[in-house]
């Protein structure tokens, strides 16, 4: 089955097409450049189809359609990579760089009900020392921001150890 033609707006010349694509550093906004270049060419050769565009590249005929459609619809701008001049949007750090410290400290030692800390645990720890609620994902962000990484104390010679080491390391 024949792909659907879209039109073309000619928002730049076949030339300058080809020089944005060579030239272009980035590489998300490279590709596009890429589809909407080869699409051109079809296009003057009156034989636009976005499935031999999407075959060339390796990305969906869906894909080229919308990166297209808003080729027509914003222009050159369009094809910008926007997550590049916006990466994090406006959001702010849920802790303070002295609550991040007041963490930092906790941490180090043993939780309030003893084992070890755990992503719920740093979530409950923020809750009653600042008052924030915070979600078990960003919990383990902070843990991995502090340096701290998956995964459970045991001892090196579980026979050395005393009885009472034996079972504070025991699950409970």
């Known amino acids: 089955m024949p792909s659907k033609a879209i039109p073309l707006h000619p928002h730049l010349s076949l030339e300058e097409l080809e020089q944005r694509y060579r030239s272009c550093k980035d590489a998300k906004e490279k590709t596009r450049w890429q589809?909407?270049?080869?699409?051109?060419?079809?296009?003057?050769?009156?034989?636009?189809?976005?499935?031999?565009?999407?075959?060339?590249?390796?990305?969906?005929?869906n894909w080229a359609y919308k990166l297209i459609r808003r080729y027509n619809a914003e222009g050159p701008e369009g094809l910008i990579d926007k997550h590049r001049y916006n990466p994090g949007g406006d959001k702010?750090?849920?802790l303070s760089k002295q609550q991040q410290q007041a963490l930092g400290r906790a941490l180090q030692e043993r939780p309030p009900d003893g084992g070890v800390w755990t992503a719920p645990k740093v979530a409950r720890w923020v809750k009653e020392h600042t008052g924030k609620t915070m979600a078990e994902v960003t919990a383990w962000t902070y843990l991995r921001r502090l340096g701290f990484t998956l995964q459970r104390p045991r001892p090196r010679h579980p026979q050395r150890a005393t009885a009472e080491a034996r079972a504070a390391f025991k699950k409970s």
Request: aromatic letters at 10%; hydrophobic letters at 40%; charged letters at 15%.
């Open 92 to 94: 702010r750090a849920l």
């Open 35 to 61: 589809v909407i270049w080869l699409y051109a060419q079809q296009t003057r050769e009156n034989r636009p189809s976005t499935l031999a565009v999407s075959r060339a590249t390796g990305f969906s005929q």
